[in-house]
């Protein structure tokens, strides 16, 4: 079984930097051919890629957010994890971090596996 969970502060200030983490079990992140991705939903708003890092550490990001974004791993802790610097009040929104596998990786044509999300307010 499978499990992704994604934690870290509900609340940043603007202009501080969001940081979350995903702890992932029942799966190693350096399995060959995953993708650990994350993705956001904002209030009212469907889903936006933000990126993902691939099993041997690559990593790809959103050209709308690739310039605040870092994606990062520890492989002793199998945890993924996401930096959003210099956040404002439109990054609030649900974090989610996902599986992609095989040729699925970006979870385009649908994940197979997502953690429960975290809410994010941005406020001060």
């Known amino acids: 079984q499978v499990h992704l969970q994604e934690s870290g502060p509900g609340l940043v200030e603007p202009s501080h930097t969001l940081s979350l983490t995903c702890t992932v079990s029942?799966?190693?992140?350096?399995?060959?051919?995953?993708?650990w991705n994350w993705i956001r939903q904002p209030p009212g708003k469907g889903l936006e890629w933000i990126g993902y890092?691939?099993?041997?550490?690559?990593?790809y990001y959103s050209p709308s957010l690739k310039s605040r974004t870092s994606i990062s791993r520890d492989t002793s802790k199998n945890k993924v994890a996401l930096q959003l610097s210099s956040v404002t009040p439109e990054d609030t929104a649900v974090y989610y971090c996902?599986?992609?596998?095989?040729?699925?990786?970006?979870?385009?044509?649908?994940?197979?596996?997502w953690g429960p999300g975290t809410q994010v307010t941005v406020s001060s």
């Open positions: 996902a599986r992609g596998a095989g040729e699925e990786i970006d979870c385009g044509g649908g994940c197979d596996y």
């Open positions: 029942g799966d190693s992140i350096s399995t060959e051919y995953r993708f």
């Open positions: 890092i691939a099993y041997d550490g690559d990593t």
